[in-house]
């Protein structure tokens, strides 16, 4: 395990980004905003913060197709333990 892998923890320690982190992960799929802000019952600010430290991170991605933003996980390490099954 690496050093970094102790950011990446700690970036998911709060409940909100870990939820939105394993709902990503689980789907595999790009997911919407929209469809995270219903997942979670948060406010859609709220989810998009949640979204931007974990794209600090590098733990998803962010695409944008017109309005629409999607996000999915990015495995930024090659023995990333987040993507251990």
Known sequence: MKADCVYCFRTLSTKARFNI??????????????????LTVLRQPTVTFHLKELAKRRLVRRYKAGRNVYYQTHKNCRNCPLFAY
């Open 21 to 38: 982190f394993e709902h990503l992960k689980k789907s595999g799929e790009k997911t919407t905003v929209s469809s995270l802000v219903k």
